[in-house]
């Protein structure tokens, strides 16, 4: 199998800001989905960048489909089997349907292929009934499904969105990022995606692995599963904390405070248990969450 992207000792340094950004390494095969999370300004654009081939890696030892690029002719073939989606989707004029059919015909597509090509891609996005809507008639959340479908056109092999869920309700992103998965794992044509977002849980839920960024170093980096460890990490929001706090103190329970929350470190057999005790206690709760495998815990 090809590998789409492969790079060690990834290191972008800016000078006039001091800010460093060190991923030690970083592989995309065809069907993977890896998500890049972390607060803003921990580099995970800058990252992303540097995978779509915006910013150099001089010093980087890298491949783009097991090649390593050396002239701009080989740049300019790798770079057409990229396609980036920034956060911020630049306007587009006239309607949804012309603008993917122009892009079609840049794209060389026979005239009398060009209907059936978009037909399968338009109705897969659901976008049949906004195809001769413009700009100003469709909400968010569909430019950006007009937007994947454009790029889809081309049949990309690596797939770079730099937040793409950020502006979205909780039901446009989960239809977005199923719609994601499925095209990354297709069957018939399976691609890499890389995409950065600050929501975890969601992105967790599509992810083959995960990049953790933080002050630019990759804190962690690969398949969620190997975050496990001999203890349960308990994410927890209650109505009345001093009871909660009072509660931990006597039982030594190890605990942090993440602004709302609180994160509870558990024995894993006393998960079950510790549940009950809250109950039993009368903790009212309103949030319970095992963040065990979530990169959240490291945040």
Known sequence: MTTIYQATDIVKHYPRSNFKLEVPKLQLNPGSITGVVGENGNGKTTLLNIVAGNLSQKNTSFTYFDSTPTTANN??????????????IPRWYGSLLQNLQLKAAVEGIPNEEIDTELDKIIHFLGL????????????????????LARILIGKPQLLVLDEPIANLDINAQQRFLA?????????????AVILSSQQLHEIETIATQMIFLKEGKALFNGNIDSLESSNNTIEILVTENDKLIEFLETKHYDFTQRGVYYQVDIKETLSNHFLKELIHEGIAINYYRDISKSTKKLF
């Open 179 to 191: 719609d994601l998965k499925e095209i990354a794992q297709s069957k018939e044509y399976p691609i």
């Open 128 to 147: 049949a009934k906004f195809q001769h809507l413009k700009w100003s008639e469709i909400s968010t959340g569909y430019r950006l499904r007009f937007e």
């Open 75 to 88: 740049w300019s073939a790798i770079k057409d089997k990229i396609a980036f989606i920034p956060q911020r």
